[in-house]
């Protein structure tokens, strides 16, 4: 079973769940954790894994062999990400524009484009006491999340439960982080932010066919709406986390909730049954 944790807005205590979840279960079954929030990975912090293999992630991108070359203007016609211009008799190519497709080299009528592999980040693998862990890191400066997470994703092992920490938002890097999950948790706050990003995310989801619940985290803050949402809509709010100031203080030191407060393991126990119950 793939379960996914995400959230619409950034900064809603994703990781908080995603890591409490993970360490809550090896007694009942064997976890794989794939944080797939490239752009930040942080679940390390809380897990601490032991990293012992690292894998360079790569892109191919065109280079364009003069000697060839008509300037006909045909790769930069059916670049859809403007990654190629030619002007006169140049053609410039933008390397973080670049989204590694081949649809230039294939298309050239003059077979003058090869591809050379350009480094966008890694992918790093280790263990964290059972629990099998797996993270991607995007380089700096570089944008091109969706390999890293596809990379990542090789790795799932299905023999165990894969919990997957997917980046905030509703863009290219969740839905190739979250496509293919039996579940997503949805982790929000209780205010008008957390509601608006909230609904966005359960649309993204309704697409995809992916059936979800909502953690409200903070809870005690803002108002009612996103629970009067939820059950408007028929969405299962599965766990409710209070705001809590030693909640927070074991967040700011690197402490999972269930390692720092051992009375919520049973909790998130009881969030693995009814995640189990609402799965695909
Ligand atoms: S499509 Fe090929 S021949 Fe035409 S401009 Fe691009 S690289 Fe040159
Ligand atoms: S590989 Fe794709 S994205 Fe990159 S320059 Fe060629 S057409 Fe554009």
Request: net charge negative; charged share 25%.
């Amino acid at each position: 079973m793939i379960v996914s944790i995400a959230s619409g807005k950034g900064g809603t205590g994703k990781t908080l769940v995603a890591t409490s979840l993970a360490l809550s279960l090896p007694n009942k079954r064997p976890v794989q954790f794939l944080d797939c929030d490239v752009e930040e990975p942080d679940a390390h912090i809380f897990l601490k894994p032991l990293l012992t293999h690292k894998q360079a992630v790569s892109i191919p991108i065109p280079h364009i062999d003069e000697k060839k070359c008509t300037y006909c203007g045909k790769c930069a016609e059916v670049c859809a990400y403007n990654a190629i211009a030619v002007i006169k008799e140049k053609v410039l190519i933008f390397p973080e524009l670049c989204h590694g497709c081949g649809a230039c080299s294939y298309l050239c009528p003059e077979g003058a484009i090869s591809e050379v592999g350009r480094e966008i980040g890694v992918v790093e693998v280790g263990q964290s006491k059972e629990i099998e862990f797996i993270h991607g890191k995007l380089a700096i400066g570089e944008m091109m999340a969706p390999p890293i997470i596809r990379e990542v994703k090789k790795h799932i092992n299905q023999e165990r439960l894969v919990i997957i920490d997917v980046s905030p938002g509703t863009s290219c890097p969740v839905v190739e982080a979250v496509k293919d999950s039996d579940f997503c948790l949805l982790v929000t706050e209780p205010t008008p932010f957390g509601l608006n990003d909230l609904v966005l995310a359960i649309e993204m989801l309704h697409r995809l066919a992916i059936p979800c619940g909502v953690v409200i985290n903070r809870g005690g803050v803002g108002d009612s709406n996103v629970e009067e949402y939820c059950h408007k809509e028929g969405i299962p709010i599965l766990l409710r986390i209070p705001l809590d100031i030693e909640i927070a203080k074991l967040y700011s030191r690197g402490i999972t909730l269930v390692e720092g407060l051992p009375q919520w393991r049973e909790t998130f126990l009881r969030l693995y049954n009814d995640i189990e119950l609402n799965k695909k």
